[in-house]
């Protein structure tokens, strides 16, 4: 019993914190304030109540149109709200409701974030990554698996690992072959991970990243990934 109901205080956060991650994908690229004004329609504009801002229930009660202008909301809503939901409840599965738990979560709805702009606005936001960065060292003094020093040098090593393909790829291709964004992130990854973890992220990172991009291009035909 007490298992379920940590499964479901986790599904809970998660969807609201989910939510919230909607309004950074979407403020943060358009320098909107995350604070100022309340919740709105992204194509008319109008303030939403409360019964339109219930994670995931408001998208299908509606419709996934605005109860204002009858616009197509974007599925992506809905997407990112059920994502963070599952990856808390993993995260808490694994770690337990700790203090490493709450690390783990906020590191997960950062990159979900970070993933979701760059896939829509082709961007990774500079104060998302700052953001993370800081809060990963700030989280190792008081340890959740990593000391000070550590998160420090998976920063370094995250950013470093980076810099140097991008170097390399501008040397060989010619063009810009590593986005300044991907090296602030694997940094801010960093401090969480610490400098080994971070080895593993990068190499699943460059080796998924390879397999969609071949499929990508074949799809598309377009060379910028």
Do not use: Q
């Not at 149109?65 to 994502?83: F, Q, T």
């Not at 896939?119 to 989280?139: Q, Y």
Request: aromatic content about 10%; proline content about 4%; glycine content about 12%.
């Amino acid at each position: 019993m007490a298992s379920f109901v940590y499964a479901f205080v986790a599904l809970v956060l998660g969807l609201v914190v989910g939510s919230f991650a909607n309004v950074l994908i979407y403020r943060i690229p358009r320098r909107i304030s995350i604070l100022r004004p309340g919740s709105f329609c992204p194509e008319c504009r109008e303030p939403l109540t409360a019964n339109e801002k219930i994670p995931v229930l408001s998208y299908l009660t509606l419709g996934g149109r605005c109860a204002h202008c009858g616009k197509k909301i974007s599925p992506r809503y809905p997407l990112v709200e059920l994502a963070n939901a599952l990856g808390w409840l993993g995260v808490f599965a694994v770690e337990g409701f700790t203090f490493a738990g709450v690390v783990g979560c906020i590191l997960f709805t950062g990159l979900l974030v970070a993933a979701a702009t760059d896939l829509t606005e082709g961007v990774i936001p500079n104060k998302l990554c700052l953001g993370l960065g800081i809060f990963g060292l700030a989280a190792s003094f008081y340890p959740f698996g990593l000391e000070p020093l550590e998160s420090l040098l998976g920063a370094l090593v995250g950013g470093g690992l980076l810099l140097i393909f991008a170097v390399l790829g501008r040397l060989v291709f010619r063009r810009e072959a590593m986005g300044g964004g991907d090296l602030k992130l694997l940094a801010a990854s960093g401090a969480f991970l610490g400098w080994k973890l971070v080895l593993v992220a990068a190499f699943i990172a460059v080796v998924t990243g390879a397999l969609y991009g071949v499929v990508y291009k074949i799809i598309t035909k377009k060379e910028t990934l």
